[in-house]
């Protein structure tokens, strides 16, 4: 039998991958993986224990069309939520990991505001596989950017850091400056209501005018960490749309399971 002949590429391809598995291995045994949430031992690193990941609720069943919310009851293919249908969004489409609860709030919030970024990775497979479809369609992807002030004091961007790890298992370009926020504003985790919440992003957010060759005639994928009103993506997708983009989707991680109330 004639020898298999290996290119210098193949056998260096080959010896990368026995290293890597070696030093996976060595890393393993001085620093075992543990669980992101509760700090179980698990197989692979930034990963969940199957009791953390059974506590999450993943978005696969039926739900409106347009803004992702789920549905109890499937009410058959191309519906539309009520919100939708009273007051259609400014986006074309959005989808959600998973739902924000109590067993997800911890995971976002370490991510949000305790220099958790180890879990951004994970956020990030969950949200491919979440947002395949509108991934295949984007042009660019584009996070909700944080006021300068506000990104001083807390260092990074987390919307960026997902758009950063999408753009790697997706090989779509990240723009983290085609959208700014034009004026610092009060946490929306803190406003009373959704027309609150509203009122406090409206006008907030604008492309500046060396970048809009960058959204101009494209569809942009949107990438947030939570989806709550959908107050600040209806504005970031407004000032999008000003701007040119073609089409407007959202990509978030969790989103709270309930209608999103829209104030005229």
Same mark, same amino acid.
């Given at each position: 039998?004639?020898?298999?002949?290996?290119?210098?590429?193949?056998?260096?391809?080959?010896?990368?991958?026995?290293?890597?598995?070696?030093?996976?291995?060595?890393?393993?045994?001085?620093?075992?993986?543990?669980?992101l949430?509760?700090?179980?031992?698990?197989?692979e690193?930034?990963?969940?224990?199957?009791?953390?990941?059974?506590?999450?609720?993943?978005?696969?069943?039926?739900?409106?069309?347009?803004?992702?919310?789920?549905f109890?009851?499937?009410?058959?293919?191309?519906?539309?939520? $009520?919100?939708?249908? $009273?007051s259609?969004?400014?986006?074309?489409?959005?989808?959600?990991?998973?739902?924000?609860?109590?067993?997800?709030?911890? $995971? +976002?919030?370490?991510?949000?505001?305790?220099?958790?970024?180890?879990?951004?990775?994970?956020f990030?497979?969950?949200?491919?596989?979440?947002?395949?479809?509108?991934?295949?369609?984007?042009d660019?992807?584009?996070p909700?950017?944080?006021?300068?002030?506000?990104?001083?004091?807390?260092?990074?961007?987390?919307?960026?850091?997902?758009?950063?790890?999408?753009?790697?298992?997706?090989?779509?370009?990240?723009d983290?400056?085609?959208?700014?926020?034009?004026r610092?504003?009060?946490?929306?985790?803190?406003?009373?209501?959704?027309?609150?919440?509203?009122?406090?992003?409206?006008?907030?957010?604008?492309?500046?005018?060396?970048?809009?060759?960058?959204v101009?005639?494209?569809? +942009?994928?949107?990438?947030?960490? +939570?989806?709550?009103?959908?107050?600040t993506?209806?504005?970031? $997708?407004?000032?999008?749309?000003?701007?040119?983009?073609?089409? +407007?989707?959202?990509?978030?991680?969790?989103?709270?399971?309930?209608?999103?109330?829209?104030?005229?």
């Amino acid at each position: 039998m004639a020898a298999t002949y290996e290119t210098p590429s193949v056998r260096t391809a080959k010896l990368t991958s026995a290293l890597r598995r070696a030093g996976r291995t060595v890393l393993d045994i001085v620093y075992p993986p543990l669980c992101l949430v509760c700090r179980a031992p698990v197989s692979e690193p930034r990963a969940l224990c199957a009791a953390c990941w059974k506590q999450i609720t993943f978005f696969d069943g039926p739900m409106c069309i347009r803004c992702g919310l789920p549905f109890e009851i499937d009410p058959g293919t191309d519906s539309l939520c $009520a919100s939708c249908l $009273a007051s259609p969004p400014s986006f074309d489409c959005a989808r959600s990991a998973m739902r924000y609860d109590d067993a997800s709030r911890g $995971a +976002v919030l370490a991510l949000k505001r305790a220099d958790r970024l180890e879990f951004a990775h994970l956020f990030a497979l969950w949200l491919k596989r979440a947002g395949q479809p509108l991934l295949e369609q984007a042009d660019i992807i584009v996070p909700v950017p944080l006021h300068r002030i506000r990104l001083w004091l807390r260092r990074y961007n987390q919307s960026a850091i997902l758009a950063q790890q999408l753009h790697r298992l997706s090989g779509k370009p990240v723009d983290s400056f085609a959208l700014v926020r034009t004026r610092p504003t009060p946490s929306q985790g803190n406003m009373p209501s959704a027309k609150a919440r509203r009122r406090n992003v409206q006008g907030a957010f604008a492309v500046p005018k060396g970048r809009a060759a960058a959204v101009t005639g494209r569809t +942009v994928l949107l990438v947030d960490d +939570v989806l709550t009103t959908g107050a600040t993506v209806e504005a970031c $997708a407004r000032a999008l749309r000003r701007a040119g983009a073609t089409k +407007v989707l959202v990509l978030s991680v969790a989103r709270v399971a309930r209608p999103l109330p829209r104030v005229i």
